[in-house]
C-alpha cells in the first residue's frame, strides 16, 4: 500500500512538473503573440509614419529654393538702394530711381512671396514637430510602471499615427471633455485605442470604399469614479454572432493577412488590467 502511494506521489509530482512546464510555455507563447501583434500594428504604420513626415518635410524643403532666390534679390535690391541713397543726385532724382528698381523688381510681389514660403516652411515644421511630438507620446509601449497620465493626448496620439489611413477620406470627430489624468499603462491603452481605431477605418473602408461619408466619432467623458471613452463609426458593423468572439485570441473578420486576430484580444486584457470594461455596441450594416 505504501509502495503504491509513493509512486503515486512521484506520478503527481511528474505531472506537476509538465503542467508547471506546459504553463511556462503558454506564457512564454502568450508573450511572443502579444509582441507579435505590437510588432505588426508598428509595421503597418511605418509606411504611413514616413508619409505623414515625408508631407511636411516636403513642403518645407521645396520652399528652401525660391526663398533662397527672393532673399538674394532683396539683398541686391539693398545694395542697390544703398548706391542710390549715398549718391549726389537730388532727392527727388533719388526717389524716382528707387519707385522705378522696385516696380521693376515687383517688390510688393516679393515681399508678399517671402512671407507665403516663410509661412509654409512654418506650418511644414510646426507639423513635423506635432508628428515627433506623437510618435514619442503613443510609442511608449513597453514602459511596465504606472504614470499618470491624461487620456485625451493618447488619443490625440494615435490620431497623429494613424492620420495617413484616413486618407482624407473618412472624418473623425473629437468630442473630448475635460478628463482628469489617471494611473495608468499609457503606452499600453495607446496600443488599445489603435486597434480600436484600426477597426474603426477597416470597417468605414470597406462599408464606403474610395468614397467619402465615412466618420469616427471619439467621444470621452468623466463622472466621479470612472472615465468614460466611445469610439463609433458609421462602417459595416457586427452581427450578434460576431460580437460574440470579438474578443476571442485569433478571432478576425479581415481578410487573410490583413490581420493577426490579436487586437482586440489584447484590447480586453489590457483594459481588464485597468480594472476597466469594453463594451461593444453594434448593428450590422451601421
Known sequence: MELKVNERTVELSESNQELNKTLDDLKQAQGQLVEAEKMASLGQLTAGIAHEINNPINFVTSNITPLNRDIKLVLEALSVIEDVGLSDAP?????????????????????????????????????????????????????????????????????????????????????????????CYPGKLNQVFLNIISNAIYAVQKKFGENTGGEIIINTSHDENNVYIKIKDNGTGMDTQTQKKVFEPFFTTKDVGEGTGLGMSIAYNTIKKHNGQIIINSILAQ
Open 91 to 183: 532727392q527727388a532724382d533719388k526717389q524716382k530711381k528707387i519707385k522705378e528698381y522696385k516696380d521693376e523688381l515687383d517688390f510688393d510681389y516679393l515681399t508678399m512671396e517671402i512671407k507665403h514660403l516663410i509661412k509654409g516652411i512654418n506650418e511644414g515644421a510646426n507639423r513635423t514637430a506635432e508628428i515627433v511630438k506623437g510618435l514619442k507620446i503613443f510609442s511608449r509601449l513597453d514602459e511596465d510602471d504606472l504614470k499618470m497620465a491624461d487620456l485625451n493626448e493618447g488619443l490625440e496620439s494615435t490620431l497623429v499615427i494613424i492620420n495617413n489611413q484616413l486618407q482624407n477620406k473618412i472624418k473623425v470627430i473629437k468630442q473630448y471633455g475635460d478628463l482628469p489624468v489617471v494611473e
